[in-house]
């Protein structure tokens, strides 16, 4: 034998050697983060959407496992993302290509109800809101501001001059687009705030060219039903939902009475509404008292009957992962029972809901549905019921929720599930 062969024959076997412990080290490279959603192990599920939008908007994809343990996140691998999750409080986990590429193995399974969606790019946000302090607060900006993660403020000037269709995503909140200043003429009419409110709105409406408050917010809402149709997304809650399609149905119909717009309301308006503008609701009946705190029969706040706290939870409806992408994204949560939690607009009348809508939350007990979301043209709505998900009975001039403490919240995370929907990857639709 030559040293020629045994010199080759060691260094070929050297190589082999190095090829096959290559082959098992390399798959053990971290290269994934999982940050997981479950009850179990995610200290901070608020922060984790945050965590989301940040690595989305460095130009980054991540994939939404839903139904995956809570409906986790799967983020590229690096220090920055891995600091920054330290540094929010975030749990997350460490994977290897393998083990990553196993878990997508197993949710593509078609005998798990679970996928993966890619999330490409973070949504523009903006949150409709007066520019002047309201005696509440709104529970979107405030889970916004504590998720880290960026909103611009808009109101009926910017509306009125189109400037939505850079925007992704629209939140309305505690807002009333039927002119009638909230309802709260019975109990604040001779509150300072609320003399002030109305003299501003009217000043707003005067400057926009319209003569009265009620005409102005119809125009605004109109505009808004554009923006969605026209394919924006529209995230609602409290009394934004009913407001808004009371105004798409009494379009041209004068709805106020007297101390709201200075003139009658038209003869018989109740019979002259056109439920075939609106998003979500048919067959309302108006509430027509001026002193009572209510917009319509679509509430079901006063149908409650003192409807017991402890027994005051809705549940979320289970879709199919693979077929349903879109209301499994937006009911992404840790639990599939979420506590209640009242506002001027609770719960929606189940019979009063079109069809065409889907109910994605509902308290069976109490006929409420609590959650529901719809397609409208080429976009998206999601209507909200309630004002605050971790103060049962918010009212006006009560101090703001502190999400340091509830931040695990599944009712706030409802809210943040549609904050990313835009952002998930249009799949072509099936011929």
Request: aromatic share 12%; hydrophobic share 35%; glycine share 6%.
């Amino acid at each position: 034998m030559t040293m020629t062969y045994l010199f080759k024959h060691f260094f070929s076997s050297r190589i082999l050697i190095l090829l096959v412990f290559c082959s098992l080290t390399l798959p053990m490279h971290a290269s994934k983060i999982l940050i997981p959603m479950d009850a179990e192990t995610q200290e901070n599920h608020l922060k984790a959407y945050g965590i989301t939008y940040w690595v989305l908007s460095k130009q980054q994809k991540v994939q939404w496992l839903l139904n995956y343990r809570g409906g986790s996140f799967l983020l590229p691998d690096g220090e920055p993302i891995r600091n920054e999750c330290r540094i929010r409080g975030v749990s997350f986990e460490v994977l290897s290509d393998a083990q990553a590429q196993s878990i997508l193995d197993g949710i593509a399974s078609p005998s798990q109800n679970q996928e993966a969606v890619i999330l490409e790019k973070a949504p523009k946000i903006a949150v409709y809101s007066p520019k002047d302090n309201q005696p509440w607060d709104d529970a979107v900006t405030m889970v916004l501001t504590y998720a880290e993660i960026p909103y611009v403020t808009v109101y009926d000037q910017e509306v009125m001059e189109d400037k939505l269709a850079i925007y992704d995503w629209l939140h309305l909140h505690h807002e009333d687009f039927t002119g009638q200043y909230g309802k709260f003429y019975g109990s604040y009419r001779a509150a300072p705030w609320y003399i002030e409110g109305k003299r501003q709105a009217e000043a707003l409406a005067a400057q926009l060219g319209f003569s009265k408050v009620s005409d102005s917010k119809s125009a605004v809402a109109e505009k808004i039903r554009n923006y969605v149709i026209g394919g924006g997304f529209m995230f609602a809650m409290c009394s934004a939902t009913d407001s808004f399609d009371i105004a798409l149905a009494a379009k041209d119909v004068d709805i106020c009475e007297p101390m709201f717009d200075g003139d009658p309301s038209d003869p018989n308006y109740q019979n002259r509404l056109d439920y075939g503008r609106t998003f979500a609701f048919r067959n309302f009946t108006l509430e027509r008292n001026p002193l009572r705190y209510e917009f319509s029969s679509i509430d079901m706040t006063s149908k409650r009957n003192d409807f017991p706290r402890e027994s005051d939870y809705f549940s979320l409806m289970d879709f199919s992962a693979k077929w349903d992408p879109v209301p499994t994204m937006l009911c992404q949560n840790h639990t599939a029972l979420v506590k209640g939690f009242m506002g001027q607009t609770t719960a929606f009348t189940r019979d009063e809901v079109k069809p065409t809508v889907l109910v994605l939350g509902e308290n069976k007990l109490n006929g409420e549905a609590r959650y529901i979301h719809g397609i409208v043209g080429r976009g998206f709505f999601t209507f909200y019921g309630g004002h605050d998900p971790e103060d049962y009975q918010h009212r006006v001039g009560d101090p703001k929720t502190e999400l340091e403490l509830h931040p695990n919240s599944p009712g706030y995370r409802l809210i943040l599930n549609n904050v990313l929907f835009p952002a998930a990857r249009k799949k072509k639709q099936k011929t």
